[in-house]
């Protein structure tokens, strides 16, 4: 196959050096173009061409971010490269592989940084992503398959900003017992960490939205909460938030500080579930552990 490949591109090469004189002069101007490829790896292509073409002043680069060969070079030699890329860029045979195409997709509500990574996590193994900051896009070549799983995902995540309210439990088993969410598998995580009965012995609340650092303070009985960190959504009806929480305990008969418990973390949540983010020792005399829980919900 590639030896009447070879041969047709010697021939091509012979009659285009033949029918030189007497050309068109606006034809001996370089012209710049870009072959989109389907089967072929841009580097591999760039090789091959170049190697059969041997012309001097051919400039070619291959963008393996697009899948595009992009040559500069005569209006005649451009025609004999797309006849090589046409003859080369075929599927191999018995090849399970589908064509690779390239998609652009530009986020309206979102910076293409911030979601790009589950983006990729759902590409094919030949797909490829690069981000453009400066124009807010994110190019993707992969199959069609593999593109319309991206396009899936930009739908979920490119959503408008709308803020979020974080609601932070403190829970103790001498708290009032004021009804909180529950779920078995909160309960769960309540009996592992000691609490088989508890109530709400201090809450404190925010507003935020996506990408602003959020900080809020609380006071409860034994002691005073204070939390700071940040949120990013995520794929489906869930968030990622970083927190940073440093709880300050004191003895309820006196008020002296007691102890101090910081935690640092990332929990994943779906809106509009409790989830049980960390322990602090009781302090205060109390033998059982205090529990931060806290709960998304959407404003939008």
């Known amino acids: 196959m590639m030896k009447r490949v070879v041969g047709s591109f010697l021939i091509l090469l012979s009659l285009l050096s033949c029918a030189a004189w007497g050309q068109d002069p606006q034809r001996n101007l370089p012209i710049i173009k870009s072959f989109e490829l389907r089967y072929s790896e841009p580097e591999a292509m760039l090789h091959n061409v170049m190697n059969l073409l041997r012309v001097e002043g051919v400039k070619a680069v291959a963008d393996s971010t697009t899948g595009r060969l992009v040559v500069r070079a005569r209006q005649d030699e451009i025609e004999l490269i797309s006849e090589m890329v046409r003859q080369l860029d075929v599927k191999p045979i018995n090849s399970p592989y589908s064509a690779l195409e390239t998609e652009v ?130 794929a489906g009806s869930s968030v990622e938030i970083a927190i940073n929480a440093e709880m300050v305990l004191s003895n309820p008969s006196d008020q002296q500080q007691s102890g101090r418990a910081t935690l640092r973390t990332t929990v994943n949540m779906p809106i509009g579930h409790l989830v049980v983010v960390g322990l602090a020792p009781a302090g205060g005399g109390a033998t059982e552990p205090l529990v931060l829980a806290m709960t998304v919900r959407s404003d939008v």
Request: hydrophobic share 35%.
């Open 105 to 234: 997709l530009a986020p309206v509500h979102r910076d293409a940084g911030s979601i790009s990574q589950p983006i990729g996590l759902v590409l094919g193994s030949r797909g490829k992503m690069a981000v453009d900051e400066a124009r807010n896009v994110i190019v993707i070549r992969d199959s069609e398959d593999g593109i319309e799983r991206a396009r899936s995902i930009l739908r979920e995540l490119d959503l408008p900003r709308g803020s979020l309210t974080l609601q932070f439990l403190v829970l103790g088993s001498d708290g009032s017992q004021t009804a909180v969410p529950q779920s078995e598998k909160v309960l769960k995580e309540l009996s592992d960490l000691g609490l088989k009965e508890y109530g709400i012995l201090g809450r404190a609340s925010v507003r935020t939205v996506e990408g602003q650092q959020f900080e809020s303070q609380g006071f409860f009985k034994r002691g005073n909460l204070r939390l700071t960190g940040s949120v990013r959504m995520t």
